[in-house]
Each structure stands twice: as C-alpha cells, then as structure tokens.
C-alpha cells in the first residue's frame, strides 16, 4: 500500500534513543543535549584514567550526569563552562568514590583489567606489550598522591589543554605546567620503582 | 609537551625520557563501550521525564484546599445552595474525569500511544487516521531510504578495519549496527544491534560503520535522517557490507 502525503516534512532531529523508533518521543533540555554529546567522552576518559575498570567508569559517568541533569537548574553559565562545570562533577564523584574505598580498606591499586585501554593496538602480541605497559603506567600513576593523580587525568585521560585544565582547577596555565611536569617526574619513578620491584 | 624543569619527584628526567612518557600516556587509547553513550543518553532521558512529571504533578493538597475553601465561601456567603449543591460545590476539586464526560456522551479523544509496529519503512510520513497500519510502504515518489555514496569506498573502509589477526584465521561474521544516518549522509548515535560474538570484529564494524557515508534518506524531496541497520559482514575472503533500500533491516521512524 503506498502513502498519500500532504504534511510537510518536520524537524529529523535524531531520536535519542531507539524506543523513539517506534514512536512516542521524549528527549533531553537541549542545552544538556548538546553538552553530553560534546563531554561525554572526556568526562569518560577522565572518570577511566581513574578508576580501576570500564564497569566503573560508566557508572560514575553515569552518575556524573544524571547529578548534573538533576541540578541543572541551579548551573550558572557565567561561573563555570559547561565543561568545567562536569568535569568538577566528575571530580567529586571519583573523590567520593575512591574515598569509600578507602573506608572500607579496599583501594584498587591493581589494574589488571584494562583491554579496553589497549584497543588500537594492530596485532595480538603488540596488545599484549601495550596492555603491560599500560598497566604499568596506571599502576604507578595510582600511587602517586591524589593532586598529581588528577593533573594527570585531566590532561591524559580527558585530554585538556592547560590552560583547560587551569579553569578547571581554579589556576593559572603557568601552574598547570609545573603541577604536569612534576607530576610526571613522580610518575617515572614510580614506574621504575615498580619495574625494580618486579625484577627484585 | 614542553619539558620544565622539575624541582620535586627526586632527580630531574632528561627531556627525551619525560617526552616518551608523555607519549606514553597520551597512546592510552580510552575508548568507550559501543553503545555506553545510547545507554547513558536513554537513562537521562527517562530521568528527565521522571524529573518532568514530578514538576508537573496533579495540584497538590492545598491546592485543593484552596479550591474546596472557595466553594465553602461561596456557599455559606449567597446561602441560597441546597445541601446537596454545596456538597457539588464543595466535591467540584475532587471529580473524577468521568464526571466531566460531555452530556453528547462522545468519547474524548483518546491519546496516540504511539505504539507502531517495527516494520520496514514505517515512515515518518504523515500517519493516516485511525490504528496504525501493520505495515506501510515507502511511497517511491515522496520518500527515499539512504544509500551508499559510494560502494566500493564502503567496501575498503570495511576491508582496512578487518582485523588482520582474525583475518588470516579465516575468522568472520556479520555485525548488525543500528545508526542515525542524518541529514547530511552522516551516521551517528551508533550502536551494536546484533553482535558477531566477537568483541573485536563488533569494534571493527563500528569504527567502519563511522566512516561510511550515505546519500541521505528524502521525504518529499528533503533530506531526512532515519534508523538504519548496517549489516557488516566480514567474510575472511571478502569483505561486504549490506545497506541496499530493500533490506529487510532498514527502518525508518514514524515520529520525528
């Protein structure tokens, strides 16, 4: 049977979910649609660099912006980018987190689950290297103090620029630099600290 | 990264190993679960409703209050109501629907529930009148579903993305990826519908299905965006991928 049509066609904005295929249609403010598409992923990528597995991370994610939708409301554009404004949630979230580990003596310092981090890599064995090195790298970075663990993850987890990172953390670009550098510093002794603990 | 000079963390890394740890760090490849960000937006959105209906609640007690205590006013003030009028009067905030049924007894329109069967081309025509029809055809004239720009680009962004390892394995297998192809040819919003089995080839039908292009799906002569279904199929031999109009997998939504 073909359609008869007189209707002008609508809007095709895409329907944010796929009930929407089927029909009834609810969707997001479009200033938090807008902004979840942008910052999803570095909120993502932050919350991952942190945290010990995928599982993790997209649960606080997810409570990163459900807090968020929840107290949109009450978000002043003029003291904070949208950006920032998530990511500070998504600080407190990893914070909160990590200090409920910490209650109950259970910080996660091992991270042996992490082939999702590894994904790019273009042969079995060349993950493999990669998964060890990246294991390394965020076993060392763990224990590294709470201040350098997030200068880190700013930068390398939700890829910010400095002077990103600086708005984020209520300082100057010039400080961010420093904070990185040494942050960095701590990091390759740590990491060789552990290589000399495995080879010991 | 510019390398600064450090004063703390013990004793001060050279520049090329600082750079390399740089890089290490910056080759961490954190990619998210496929379809995380369509879980995550689709928990938003029905919290958002949650949140939107709790705003717009039926008026609460003292509302009502407010309600009966005028109708109380105006009974007791003009005192020529009977018991039985006031108490109307007094109940008025608290009828149900029914009691609002017009006397004519016709029905009140009764809300679409929007419940369309998932049919191929189900399209975001206007609907006719009346239930939803069990299946609707895309009129040729007035709409068109997405097509390939270009197949045999298609077929070498599907053949880089096999991986190689499963490649040489004779390892294969079809990925369904359900897209929004919009308005420009662009798929979006991507998400594993049917899953090889296999994590790597799903990630490969991803990262493939990301870099097709369509020409756009038109209703009357407009581009639109639609639903689609990717099949991607891996074939160790040969590489396919399967987006023909005719496809018993494309859809497209009735509500946009």
Redesign the interface.
């Known amino acids: 049977m073909k359609t008869e049509t007189t209707s002008k066609p609508q809007a095709t904005e895409a329907p944010s979910r796929r009930e929407d295929v089927r029909g009834s249609r609810s969707d997001l403010p479009q200033d938090f649609d807008a902004w979840f598409r942008e910052h999803r992923e570095p909120v993502y990528r932050y919350v991952r660099f942190r945290v010990a597995t995928r599982e993790l991370a997209e649960d606080i994610t997810s409570d990163v912006f459900l807090k968020a939708l929840r107290a949109l409301d009450g978000y002043d554009r003029r003291r904070a980018a949208p950006r920032t404004w998530l990511l500070r949630i998504a600080r407190n979230a990893v914070t909160d987190h990590l200090r409920a580990l910490r209650r109950r003596r259970s910080l996660q310092v091992s991270l042996d689950r992490t082939p999702d981090l590894v994904s790019q890599a273009p042969s079995q064995e060349e993950r493999i290297l990669r998964q060890e090195q990246v294991n390394r790298l965020l076993n060392a970075a763990a224990t590294l103090r709470e201040a350098d663990q997030e200068v880190l993850s700013l930068r390398y987890g939700a890829g910010l620029g400095n002077a990103e990172i600086a708005d984020a953390m209520g300082t100057s670009s010039n400080a961010v630099a420093v904070r990185i550098h040494r942050a960095l510093a701590r990091l390759k002794a740590a990491v060789e600290a552990g290589n000399q603990r495995e080879e010991g | 990264?510019?390398?600064?000079?450090?004063?703390?963390?013990?004793?001060?890394?050279e520049p090329a190993?600082?750079e390399a740890?740089?890089k290490?760090?910056?080759?961490?490849?954190?990619?998210?679960?496929c379809s995380?960000?369509?879980e995550?937006?689709?928990?938003?959105?029905k919290?958002?409703?949650r949140?939107r209906s709790g705003a717009s609640r039926p008026p609460s007690t003292p509302g009502l209050l407010q309600w009966g205590w005028a109708a109380a006013i105006v009974v007791v003030a003009g005192g020529f109501l009977s018991f039985s009028q006031a108490r109307s009067a007094l109940m008025w905030p608290f009828r149900t629907d029914a009691a609002e049924v017009p006397e004519s007894g016709e029905p009140a329109p009764s809300r679409?529930?929007?419940?369309?069967p998932?049919t191929i081309g189900t399209?975001?025509?206007?609907a006719?009148a009346g239930p939803a029809?069990e299946?609707?055809?895309?009129?040729?004239v007035?709409a068109s579903l997405p097509v390939l720009a270009d197949r045999d680009a298609a077929r070498r962004i599907v053949a880089n993305e096999y991986p190689?390892?499963l490649q040489e394995r004779g390892v294969g297998g079809t990925v369904g990826i359900?897209a929004?192809v919009?308005?420009a040819g662009a798929p979006?919003?991507l998400?594993i519908d049917s899953s090889s089995g296999l994590a790597e080839l799903d990630?490969a039908a991803v990262r493939a299905a990301q870099a097709l292009r369509f020409q756009p799906a038109t209703?009357?002569g407009?581009a639109?965006?639609?639903?689609v279904i990717l099949p991607i199929r891996f074939l160790p031999n040969a590489t396919e991928v399967l987006v023909e109009p005719e496809s018993e997998a494309l859809?497209i939504?009735?509500?946009?």
């Open positions: 990264m510019t390398p600064l000079p450090g004063r703390q963390g013990g004793s001060r890394p190993e600082m740890l740089d290490a760090l910056r080759e961490i490849a954190i990619d998210e679960r995380f960000g369509a995550l937006r689709s928990e938003l959105v919290e958002y409703d949140l679409r529930d929007g419940s369309h998932e399209a975001g025509l206007a006719p029809p299946s609707v055809e895309v009129d040729s007035s190689p390892l359900l929004w919009t308005p979006e919003l998400q990630r209703r009357l407009v639109v965006g639609t639903w859809r939504p009735l509500s946009n």
